[in-house]
């Protein structure tokens, strides 16, 4: 177990490696400098200004610096908040990002099992078919959709939460379930699938022919049973949910990083573009280990050291 | 300043058309009582130190919290500010203020030290301050800002605490506006080198000499507010007890937000101008920014030719663009100098330059422009590529323009959208044909646009050379700097050789429509620089 943690870990780091370098390269390959009044400024000062923000070495020297100041947690000043470090600015942003993805999984994936697991239960009656058409719809609805949906009827119509912004708990509903949507749906399709297979399987029949009631057989054979891979999805859901906070934080003026990344791209503010590219592989990368491992431990056909056989 | 249309994600249009039918149902009245406004902005604010500030955001944050020597505010008017008075002397090369008793808000005087070492901070070079061009009349300014003279011998003296005398190396009639804007803030030295490069990047590491004093800023996050600064020197005439200020970046939001009470005020986009043309709450903000076409006589020989820049003029109906395609309030400009920047005994200046053959449209006559100053090329056809942002307003521009210019004979337009700072980078380099820029005044005067088309000035990007004009301007700003009307006419019959010779197409002027709250009175807006001054503003 050791031994394969430190494997991955190593390919972790390399990975990253390869993504600070590619993301530097191609940043560099990008227009545009910290400079808003360029042609205004005597080439003395655009030289100063440059030197600031340590672009007037070569290109491998800049990389070299970058990738060391990196290890230092230092990730450069942003070119858009020209007194303020990018390490500050992501530390001081990534709490309510974190926050509202946590959420948005809890309030997605435990429902979503329920949910898929009625479905199955009560398969081709009404029920089924219901819950059949509210996954489709949360699938095939973009979250930007349903994020001004809710505005609209929830915060501005019913007046139950507020609209925008960032301040408590009430700030985090409306976020929460637009960003919940997808994995929601997601979890609970996947759900009725596995446990229509399950049910059918031998074992559930043999479980109901030793006499045990139907609520044993669902909850003891069936649904754990269905519950070990739910645990792959839990990685591309937590894309899902990234991607779809960068949309949702800049709807609901959220102050994460998923905003930030959005006008750090807008205003071409490259150092701050690089280092929430380097912040979101670290987490995707994380969730990835971490379910890997899980999987491992809960599914003991997994072996994770390949050398059972 | 240049301009770069805000960004807004474009993702919720589909959702916000279908929403935007219903609206004003749920208006809260709550704190009505209450002397608070709450304020939305589109960006962050990046620093709050005043020689670093470039963009509108901290340019209007700072106006409301500091205070230069002099104010501007509505219609442009200047009123003293941290002076109580100045005189000019008879050249118009010294500017003495004397200083009224103020305080910052840590209870420090202000002094007329701290404008010397403000201006001097702006000036230096270590500070790298990219709007200390500002201050380029003041004696010495180049060669202090290029570091080859100590900032010490900068023109600016303190005679004693109160009185600060300004000597310029050529008179500026305009200097009474650059006085007002944040490079030429006081600065409490004490404060700036206890925080060092630290300084002014949240709310803590500043003081403030304004009629407020910004709280909860963190350097990063999307809300601030302005407090009251019982400090200031006016305050039984500041209203307010608080400004919220919140960023969003969402159109859709913002509405939503306006009409549940928790913004005060909205700037519409081109959908929802549409919806609320006819509100009471709506003011027709205009700004002085004009957009326009330049066309590259370096690249394009055929645009050395009068007839051919005339003709792509003609062949443009700016009316129909900025009225039924911008639609955002977006007005058909008169000339490149925008309507509502200066005027002069009652006339504004745009009326008064007016030439109508400069932006008229008249496509038959432009065709036959066109075909005439084709032929005397020798060519028959040719391709021209167009290069404009890649926002929203910048793609509307192009598309409009590229089918008006196809309609004229032997004429193909290829449209290249891209980001800001590439649009930048071709202008400097001359990479197109035909170029969509825009300008935003930096202050209320007409040399703010008329400098640009000089033939020397780095922003001429055509290259447009016209002698008369350049003397004129020249004039201008020299020998007839101090005699306000011969100035003014230099720069009235500059901008009508502009217009008459169509050294650039303009396009569109832009407008910034806002919807304010009936109960919130008193704000006052002008069209450069900071916008909005909230001294006087107060809640009914």
């Known amino acids: 177990m050791a031994k394969y943690l430190g494997k991955r870990i190593f390919y972790l780091l390399l990975t990253l490696f390869i993504v600070i370098t590619i993301t530097f390269f191609l940043m560099k390959l990008l227009p545009g400098t910290p400079l808003t009044n360029e042609q205004k400024l005597s080439p003395e000062q655009r030289e100063l200004i440059l030197k600031q923000y340590g672009l007037t070495k070569p290109v491998w020297q800049q990389y070299l610096i970058y990738v060391a100041g990196i290890f230092h947690g230092n990730f450069g000043t942003s070119f858009q908040f020209s007194d303020q470090a990018v390490s500050y600015l992501i530390s001081s942003r990534i709490g309510p990002s974190l ?32 819950t059949t058409i509210v996954s489709i719809l949360g699938i095939s609805i973009p979250s930007f959709v349903l994020a001004v949906l809710l505005q609209y009827y929830v915060g501005l119509k019913l007046g139950w939460f507020p609209i925008a912004d960032w301040g408590g708990f009430a700030y985090t509903v409306l976020p929460t379930l637009a960003l919940a949507a997808s994995p929601f749906a997601d979890t609970a399709r996947f759900i009725r699938t596995e446990m229509v297979d399950v049910l059918n399987s031998d074992y559930i029949e043999l479980a109901t022919a030793k006499g045990l009631s139907r609520m044993q057989v669902i909850f003891h054979h069936a649904l754990r049973n269905s519950l070990i891979p739910v645990v792959t999805i839990i990685g591309p859901l937590a894309v899902n949910i990234m991607t779809g906070s960068m949309v949702i934080e800049n709807i609901f003026s959220v102050p994460g990083i998923g905003e ?50 | 300043m240049k301009l770069s249309s805000s960004l807004k994600l474009g993702a919720v249009a589909i959702a916000s058309v279908a929403l935007l039918a219903a609206c004003g149902s749920n208006s809260s009245n ?4 209450k002397q608070v406004l709450n304020w939305v902005e589109t ?24 205070e230069g020597l002099l104010k501007t505010g509505s219609g442009n008017k200047v009123r003293p500010a941290m002076a109580k008075s100045y005189s000019i002397s008879k050249d118009g090369l010294t500017w003495t203020f004397n200083l009224r008793k103020s305080k910052w808000s840590n209870g420090d005087p202000v002094t007329a030290q701290d404008f010397v070492y403000g201006w001097q901070r702006t000036a230096k070079p270590s500070t790298a301050s990219q709007y200390a061009y500002l201050l380029d009349h003041v004696q010495n300014f180049d060669a202090v ?11 600016i003296k303190a005679e004693g605490d109160d009185k600060v005398v300004v000597t310029l190396s ?46 909860g800023w963190t350097g990063t996050n999307n809300k601030w507010t302005l407090v009251k600064n019982n400090q200031y020197w006016d305050k039984k005439n500041v209203k307010l007890s608080k400004i919220n200020f919140q960023v969003i970046n969402d159109q859709q939001t913002w509405l939503s937000q306006y009409q549940s009470g928790k913004a005060d005020e909205i700037i519409l986009d081109g959908t929802q101008f549409k919806n609320f043309k006819n509100s009471k709450e709506l003011n027709k903000r205009e700004l002085a ?54 005027s002069r005994d009652g006339k504004d200046f745009a009326d008064q330059a007016y030439v109508k053959a400069g932006t008229e449209y008249n496509l038959a006559q432009a065709k036959k422009l066109w075909s005439q100053a084709l032929k005397a090329t020798g060519k028959s056809s040719m391709t021209l590529n167009l290069v404009t942002d890649d926002t929203p307003a910048g793609k509307k521009a192009s598309d409009y323009v590229q089918n008006a210019l196809s309609k004229l004979p032997g004429l193909k337009i290829e449209a290249n959208n891209v980001p800001f700072n590439v649009r930048l980078t071709r202008s400097t380099k001359g990479q197109f044909d035909v170029l969509v820029d825009g300008w935003i005044a930096d202050y ?33 700003e020299g020998k007839d700097a101090n005699d306000t009307g011969k100035r003014w006419n230099d720069l009235v019959d500059a901008e009508k050789i502009l217009m008459q010779d169509q050294g650039i197409v303009p396009l569109y002027q832009k407008a910034q429509p806002q919807l304010l709250k009936s109960k919130v009175k008193g704000v006052e807006y002008f069209t450069t620089g900071a916008q909005f001054d909230f001294s006087h503003a107060y809640i009914k």
């Open chain 1, 99 to 130: 926050l509202l993805g946590l959420q948005a999984m809890i309030v997605g994936v435990i429902p979503g099992i329920l949910f898929g697991a009625l479905g199955a239960i009560k398969k081709n009656t009404w029920v089924d078919t219901g």
């Open chain 1, 260 to 309: 930030q990344f959005v006008k750090s791209i807008l205003t071409n503010d490259y150092p701050t573009i690089m280092a929430v590219t380097i912040v979101y592989s670290v987490m995707l990368m994380v969730v990835l280990l971490i379910t890997d491992i899980i999987y491992g431990v809960i599914d003991p056909r997994i072996r994770l050291t390949g050398k059972s056989n």
């Open chain 2, 30 to 33: 709550s704190g009505s009582n």
């Open chain 2, 43 to 66: 960006a962050n604010l990046p620093t709050m130190d005043p020689s670093k500030s470039v963009d509108n955001v901290s340019a209007r944050t700072l106006n409301n919290v500091d």
């Open chain 2, 145 to 155: 800002n290029k570091g080859k003279m100590a900032p010490s011998k900068l023109g």
């Open chain 2, 170 to 215: 050529k008179p500026q009639s305009y200097f009474k506006y650059i006085v007002g804007m944040s490079a030429a803030y006081p600065q409490n030295k004490k404060v700036v080198e206890k925080y060092g490069n630290k300084f002014a990047a949240n709310a803590q590491s500043a003081v403030y000499n304004g009629p407020f004093k910004l709280t």
């Open chain 2, 289 to 342: 920014s004009t957009f326009y076409l330049d066309l590259n006589q370096q690249k394009q020989a055929i645009f050395k030719n009068q007839k051919a820049r005339r003709a792509i003029s003609m062949a443009i109906n700016k009316e129909d663009f900025s009225k039924n395609v911008l639609a955002d309030g977006a007005t058909a400009p008169k000339g490149l100098v925008s309507t509502g920047l200066a």
């Open chain 2, 444 to 476: 209320p005067d007409p040399i703010s646009f008329s400098s640009l088309l000089t033939s020397t000035n780095s922003y001429n990007y055509g290259h447009w050379k016209n002698s008369q004009y350049d003397t004129l301007v020249k004039n201008a």
